[in-house]
């Protein structure tokens, strides 16, 4: 039985070393802190001085030179978000804290090496997200927990951002950038719509500039409230948000100022079931799925695609439905951290719609579905 029991605990401490080494090169993965001249398209993080995650822990960018210099992808996470102080204190709950796995998740969708990704030899930028304020804050929330201890939420997205980008400026001429595609997923796609304008400012000299948000409509009337009094995001952020749609509002705006020397890009699944989470907890308090939630949904999303092609001209749109719930009907939120090659609609990828925008072939695939009935 003793030597049962020896074999047996060898066993399980070899699996527990081959799951670490696993996950270590996984979901895990750290890359290397730049440090002098980057290779070309080798991943590195950037460390900059003052960065924070909202609870206070490191935090850092994510880049990679491409072979196309003047090429360069501005690319946001998302992870949640906080639209008050009960959600701010309420942390993981309803945002992401800190740096877990987020070295991983630059690997995937519009990140990674396959050969059929068209954005694969260009210059990127990763802006991870760890603040809960759609990367657009520049400030602290103060609370005391259940035990009385003083706590301090870092509502710090926008300082990250662009200490970061100050940063690549070592390594990236940026007056020499000619191409340039603003993206995100999720809470990182609120932030493309928030923060694109600042972005293009970088860029000086990029005379074909796309912006692409994925996955990113929530309804709420207190939009500017939580932007200046929680987040603290610059007023040239919050003075945008002036409706219930924090998305329409910063894609006008964005398109009110630079016209058509912006392309202008929206895609999310016809039913997305983690927003539509999002959207419970805003109007019923609790974070629910169902497939009524799903309905609603899906109509505010139509209402959503009628107003940006009613206000933005030429404006691009990519509604897809994957990985269907069969009770609700409800669908995957985001796609271009992982289904990004998939042809969803109309035998055309998000990859696809995204390299034809930037060629100046901007299309819309999928609107039908947004009549479907499920």
Known sequence: MKKFLKILGIIILVLGVIVFIILKN?????HPELKGNPEINKWYRITPKDSKSSDGSEWHGIFKLGKNKNKVIVYFFGGGVSITPKTSEGGKEFYATNMMAQDFVALGGIGSDAEENPFKDWTKIIVPYASGDFHSGTGEYHYKDSNGKEKIVYHNGYNNYT??????????DYENVDTLLVT?????GFATSLLSDDVINYFPNANNITVA??????????WHKSATE????PQEISDRLTGNNIVLDSLVALHNKRGNTVKILFDC????????????????????????????????LKQMVNDLQTNIDGVGIYIWEYATDAETKNTQHTIISSNFLDKLEDNKSIADWMIDSVN??????????LDNKY
């Not at 948000?213 to 207190?222: I, M, Q, R, T, W």
């Not at 100046?360 to 579905?369: A, F, R």
């Open 26 to 30: 996984t979901i895990f993965i750290s």
């Open 163 to 172: 200490l970061l980008m100050n940063e690549v400026k070592k390594y990236v």
């Open 184 to 188: 995100g997923f999720s809470a990182g």
């Open 213 to 222: 948000v994925d996955s990113s409509l929530l309804l709420y009337d207190d």
């Open 230 to 233: 929680l987040w603290k995001s």
């Open 269 to 300: 699944s016809v039913r997305d079931d983690t927003l539509q989470q999002y959207q419970a907890y805003i109007d019923d308090g609790k974070m629910g799925k169902s497939k009524e939630y799903g309905d609603k949904f899906q109509k505010d």
């Open 360 to 369: 100046g072939n901007v299309k819309s695939y999928g609107l039908e579905l």
